[in-house]
């Protein structure tokens, strides 16, 4: 079965460039989702098919994927950032990343 | 703006079934553009999708729960269900209902209600 493989936690400094990774085999031929979720509140999509950003969702927030890696790229990082970070694919069923905690330092 | 409410018990015993409705406002679930999925939380861990059906009443199950879930929809209620059957302590969860786009993303989720298995 396929699996989707996330860091537990990436730390990044206030203002500076995170970069969270969703891994999985020819995860580039797939569309890949983000989602943000803070501490007792629902997930946030914040990138759909790769590379989108819904309405609302500030251009910090970008991404991008390619090969066996996907990436979630925040850029000028803040505060308000820190949160849990999944990539979602379809591959005959919807599968989640095992998450990423984000820290800003 | 869509919005999702879930509801139903927060308290369900081992073995028996666990049920769960959700209103869908500011949208019409019968407008054919999405599905409409339900999503689990266990405390403290990561995110698994259970199913979604269609306003057809169409449905499509993750595998590995297929033989105990059902997701059954009312379009005159603009509500979608959940039943999960022979429930154990694994199961006990905060519950997402969520819509689904296409390709296969979620752009509006509910609150999210727990439900915990115990007796």
């Known amino acids: 079965s396929y699996e989707l493989t996330q860091p537990l936690s990436v730390s990044v400094a206030l203002g500076q460039t995170a970069r969270i990774t969703c891994g999985g085999n020819?995860?580039?031929?797939?569309?890949v989702h983000w989602y943000q979720q803070k501490p007792g509140q629902a997930p946030v999509l914040v990138i759909y098919?790769?590379?989108n950003r819904p309405s609302g969702i500030p251009e910090r927030f970008s991404g991008s994927n390619s090969g066996n890696t996907a990436t979630l790229t925040i850029s000028r990082a803040q505060a308000g950032d820190e949160a849990d970070y999944y990539c979602q694919v379809w591959d005959s069923s919807t599968l989640f990343g095992g998450g990423t905690k984000l820290t800003v330092l | 703006q869509v919005q999702l409410q879930e509801s139903g018990p927060g308290l369900v015993k081992p073995s028996q079934t666990l049920s769960l409705t959700c209103t869908v406002s500011?949208?019409?679930?019968?407008?054919?553009?999405?599905?409409w999925s339900w999503i689990r939380q266990p405390p403290g861990k990561g995110l698994e999708w259970i199913g979604y059906i269609y306003y057809s009443g169409s449905t499509y199950y993750n595998p590995s729960l297929k033989s105990r879930v059902t997701i059954s929809v009312d379009t005159s209620k603009n509500q979608f269900s959940l039943k999960l059957s022979s429930v154990t302590a694994a199961d006990t969860a905060v519950y997402y209902c969520a819509r689904e786009g296409s390709p296969n993303y979620f752009d509006y989720w509910g609150q999210g209600t727990l439900v915990t298995v115990s007796s």
């Open positions: 500011g949208g019409s679930i019968s407008s054919g553009d999405y599905y």
């Open positions: 020819n995860i580039g031929s797939k569309n």
């Open positions: 098919r790769d590379s």
